[in-house]
């Protein structure tokens, strides 16, 4: 499996082997159909910040 450095402390069953790679991991943000007010917030929140356009992400709804 590969997975970000970030999750090398995750889990103590899991390696992280650090490779040296040109890989980008594409990644996002999963929730529920009908989110909480919190959750509409942050989605809110990080669509405000232009990371989509920054990035070519798209965001679906």
Sequence with gaps: METLDI???????LV???VNW???MP???LYEKDPS???KSF??????????KLKG????N
Aim: charged share 20%; net charge negative.
């Design 43 to 52: 989605i809110d929140v990080i669509l405000k910040c232009d990371l989509f």
């Design 27 to 29: 990644y996002g943000i």
């Design 16 to 18: 992280t082997i650090p």
């Design 7 to 13: 999750w090398s402390n995750l889990h103590p069953s």
């Design 57 to 60: 992400l798209r965001h679906n």
């Design 37 to 39: 007010d919190s959750v």
């Design 22 to 24: 040109s890989y980008e």
